[in-house]
């Protein structure tokens, strides 16, 4: 079973519409993050948490918001989507006992959104 | 400036030849940096980590060149499964704000042909 499972897979929807992307972890990790894809733009981070009670905004927060209900489950909301946040997104987490250098982030599977 | 910079490619690289890549990072107070792997539409998986001595890992060799701030990776005796995107990332200045936050470039893409 994969450590880092995300849902939906993929999921297309309308503008206007308020979707939950929702990302769950075995690996015991107290750090877990947001990302999206763009081409032509690598990865973008959208939010962050180090650990339950902590939430943080990454680069590009603006038109989405988290939960962080569990150590284990950290969920991203679009409130009202819109086009341009059509986009490959992808959950990491990472350890914080490893070493802060050389820090792995281990990435979700993704979830493929289309708002039309 | 994107902080983080990669040329897109593709790099056609034939089997059995050696490529070779670089990525630049804009912060000179980064401390630490990354080659991650990243196959069509799948999620991106560490390759190696680059250390300041530079590193090697099998056929992959990472280098670390802080006075020209990029960091390269070198791919000898290619294979058809070496054909991927690879990302670059750094991480920031070592404050309690940026501790884990890395900043991707947008990979490079890597073709290897038979």
């Known amino acids: 079973d994969a450590d880092v499972t995300q849902t939906p897979r993929n999921r297309i929807t309308k503008t206007g519409k308020r979707i939950m992307l929702e990302c769950s972890q075995t690996?015991?990790?107290?750090?877990m993050y947001w990302y999206r894809q763009d081409p032509g733009l690598g990865l973008r981070l959208i939010y962050y948490?180090?650990?339950?009670?902590?939430?943080n905004k990454g680069e590009i927060s603006d038109g989405y918001s988290v939960s962080r209900q569990a150590q284990a489950k950290f969920s991203l909301s679009l409130e009202s989507a819109i086009p341009n946040q059509t986009a490959l997104y992808f959950c990491?987490?990472?350890?914080?006992?490893?070493?802060?250098?050389?820090?792995?982030?281990?990435f979700g599977p993704g979830t493929r959104l289309t708002v039309l | 400036r994107k902080e983080v910079e990669q040329d897109p490619g593709p790099f056609n690289v034939p089997e059995g030849a050696t490529v070779a890549f670089n990525c630049t990072y804009s912060n000179s107070a980064s401390q630490s940096f990354f080659w991650y792997r990243q196959d069509c539409r799948k999620e991106p998986k560490l390759l190696m980590s680059?250390?300041?001595s530079g590193n090697e890992d099998g056929r992959f060799t990472a280098q670390l060149n802080r006075a020209s701030q990029y960091i390269s990776l070198l791919i000898r005796d290619s294979k058809l499964s070496d054909s991927a995107t690879y990302l670059c990332?750094?991480?920031?200045?070592?404050?309690?704000?940026?501790?884990?936050?890395?900043?991707f470039g947008a990979g490079t893409q890597v073709v290897v042909t038979p």
């Open positions: 690996k015991g990790h107290d750090r």
């Open positions: 990332a750094v991480l920031g200045i070592m404050t309690t704000d940026s501790w884990g936050k890395l900043q």
């Open positions: 948490s180090f650990d339950v009670k902590d939430i």
């Open positions: 680059v250390y300041s």
């Open positions: 990491a987490t990472s350890d914080p006992r490893d070493s802060d250098i050389y820090n792995e982030q281990f």
